[in-house]
């Protein structure tokens, strides 16, 4: 028997080894981003990778060993993806700091108007209808930016009615799955598609566009986004580049705006912060993880909370944004984004 355990503690060290191994190479695969975009997939990841070399770490310490030295050796191997992660990281962990808070009563004293804005993917393959309206009732915001939205499913919901009486949404889902809610009248609608005919499907790679006007405040621009996933290779890229385009060209006719919607690229990623260097936006999302929600995990029998940063709030820098936040919202796989929009007064 002793030596039946013998074995099975030496089987676990090579194990532990070799998964050290290929988790310390996928993590630093992920900076041959710099010189192959594809590797870029794997920076989705590296908020897991770090949360799991910190496990690993603390476990070296309690696993008894059958080879003592795997344990140095596991040990150092840790610092591959922590270093790794903590370098693709950081500009995130930084910006989260940075990220402005302020008191809303005290903007609304100095003659500015504050709308609070939610931005929510509430699941294609959602059905409940009355969970989906008290997790956005929860919030009440002023503006709702929906991904995933099916028009008809929605058409004739008494309590999103009510609420919000000025609504813009594509006419079939198969045009596209984006709402924009509203409390104030809405007009000048517009969408486009910037999905390739190789695309997975057609609900991604669609933007909504909509204007926000109220009396005594400039008017506002909003729009709603979905994007493909990483893969298939390059259509979120092109995505990204449609996109950029379209919103340059929107801005000088409207140049205060807002972008918010489920970009499927975490904030981390080389590809959304390539795409962000590059839009006539600021960013206002840093290291805030959306995908999975709760109810989608216990659903689909996932265990890791949430770890993909997909979802992302952008705005013109003539439209200050604060108190970007998550949200919860137990019937989606993605939590929603919530946020205040600075209006200034003409």
């Not at 989260?96 to 108007?113: G, T, Y």
């Not at 709603?224 to 890229?237: I, N, R, T, V, Y």
């Not at 990204?240 to 975490?266: C, E, H, Q, W």
Request: glycine fraction near 4%; charge should be positive; proline fraction near 7%.
């Amino acid at each position: 028997m002793r030596v039946v355990f013998a074995w099975l503690r030496a089987f676990i060290d090579i194990s532990i080894m070799l998964g050290l191994i290929v988790g310390s190479s996928l993590s630093a695969m992920g900076l041959l981003a710099f010189i192959w975009p594809s590797f870029d997939i794997l920076n989705q990841f590296q908020l897991l990778f770090l949360a799991l070399s910190a496990i690993s770490a603390i476990a070296t310490f309690l696993w008894p060993y059958y080879f003592p030295r795997l344990k140095a050796y596991a040990q150092a191997l840790l610092l591959v993806p922590f270093l790794c992660s903590i370098g693709v990281l950081a500009p995130d962990i930084l910006g989260s700091v940075r990220a402005p808070k302020m008191d809303i009563n005290q903007l609304e004293k100095r003659r500015n108007r504050v709308l609070k804005a939610m931005s929510f993917n509430i699941y294609l393959n959602n059905w409940d209808k009355a969970r989906t309206v008290a997790a956005i009732e929860r919030y009440d915001p002023d503006i709702v930016f929906l991904q995933e939205y099916a028009p008809n499913r929605y058409k004739n919901v008494p309590a999103l009615k009510k609420r919000y009486p000025y609504r813009a949404r594509c006419q079939h889902w198969s045009h596209c799955t984006l709402a924009i809610l509203s409390k104030y009248p809405l007009s000048n609608i517009g969408h486009a598609k910037f999905a390739s005919v190789h695309a997975r499907d057609q609900v991604h790679g669609r933007v909504l566009s909509v204007s926000l006007r109220m009396k005594g405040f400039k008017p506002l621009r909003l729009h709603s986004f979905h994007a493909d996933w990483p893969k298939p290779l390059g259509e979120q890229d092109l995505h990204f580049d449609k996109l950029r385009t379209y919103i340059a060209k929107d801005m000088k006719r409207y140049p205060n705006a807002v972008l918010a919607g489920d970009f499927n690229s975490s904030s981390w990623s080389f590809t959304l912060r390539n795409f962000s260097a590059a839009l006539p936006m600021n960013r206002h999302t840093y290291l805030m993880p959306t995908y999975p929600a709760s109810e989608f995990r216990r659903r689909h029998y996932l265990w890791p909370p949430a770890f993909l940063s997909l979802d992302h709030i952008f705005s013109s820098a003539t439209v200050p944004v604060v108190n970007v936040r998550r949200g919860s919202a137990p019937v989606a796989d993605h939590h929603p984004l919530l946020a205040d929009i600075i209006l200034a007064s003409h």
